[in-house]
T-cell receptor
Framework: GDSVTQMEGPVTLSEEAFLTINCTYT??????LFWYVQYPGEGLQLLLK?????DKGSNKGFEATYRKETTSFHLEKGSVQVSDSAVYFC??????????FGKGNQVVVIP | ETGVTQTPRHLVMGMTNKKSLKCEQH?????MYWYKQSAKKPLELMFV???????ENNSVPSRFSPECPNSSHLFLHLHTLQPEDSALYLC??????????????????FGEGSRLTVL
């Protein structure tokens, strides 16, 4: 079935460093793709999305480009802040408005 | 504040107890969802309700019993749970939910979750 795979393990980096979190997907057709973020003690919230190939989603300095040829939707930010510390989930939409989520990546930004 | 409120935020229960989780959405959405979030596992979709009707049950054990009295409220009744059921239970809602024609935004609005510990 349709699924997403995120890179293993937490990500720890220093403030102002470049962040990349990898996400690849397996799907029939071309599903919409999403990144959700979960700050400590909170639920998930939509960070950005892309609905077709070559679309770039962006929000709060984060970007992700829908790459059909590599079936990827990697999340990037050029200069992270401590406030970006959170868990990031990649997701795709399938069927009747269902979302399949990846396992999530814990990002810790050190001052 | 996402417009989706879950109570209680934390719950500790024994395996023989009966308890309920509550979710309320103030967004006027027509679809509501229960997800289970366990450590190091993808979010698991448990139940989906659309216009108060259950449209999906992902092989969830019967010790979890959902109830949706109206489009704004969703409950998860718990009884005779197991320690492995300990997890964060997330409620979500969306507009243009499953089965709706036109405009499937895919954006789910989540509550903050109910952290359940089964002893």
């Amino acid at each position: 079935g349709d699924s997403v795979t995120q890179m293993e393990g937490p990500v720890t980096l220093s403030e102002e460093a470049f962040l990349t979190i990898n996400c690849t997907y397996t799907a029939t057709g071309y599903p919409s793709l999403f990144w959700y973020v979960q700050y400590p003690g909170e639920g998930l919230q939509l960070l950005l999305k892309a609905t077709k190939a070559d679309d770039k989603g962006s929000n709060k300095g984060f970007e992700a480009t829908y790459r059909k040829e590599t079936t990827s939707f990697h999340l990037e930010k050029g200069s992270v802040q401590v406030s970006d510390s959170a868990v990031y989930f990649c997701a795709l939409r399938y069927g009747n408005n269902r979302l399949a989520f990846g396992k999530g990546n814990q990002v810790v930004v050190i001052p | 504040e996402t417009g989706v409120t879950q109570t209680p935020r934390h719950l500790v229960m024994g395996m023989t107890n009966k308890k309920s989780l509550k979710c309320e959405q103030h967004l006027g959405h027509n679809a509501m969802y229960w997800y289970k979030q366990s450590a190091k596992k993808p979010l698991e979709l448990m139940f989906v309700y659309n216009f108060k009707e259950q449209t999906e049950n992902n092989s969830v054990p019967s010790r979890f019993s959902p109830e949706c009295p109206n489009s704004s409220h969703l409950f998860l009744h718990l009884h005779t749970l197991q320690p492995e059921d300990s997890a964060l239970y997330l409620c979500a809602s969306s507009q243009d939910g499953p089965g709706q024609r036109g405009g499937r935004s895919g954006e789910l609005f989540f509550g903050e979750g109910s952290r359940l510990t089964v002893l």
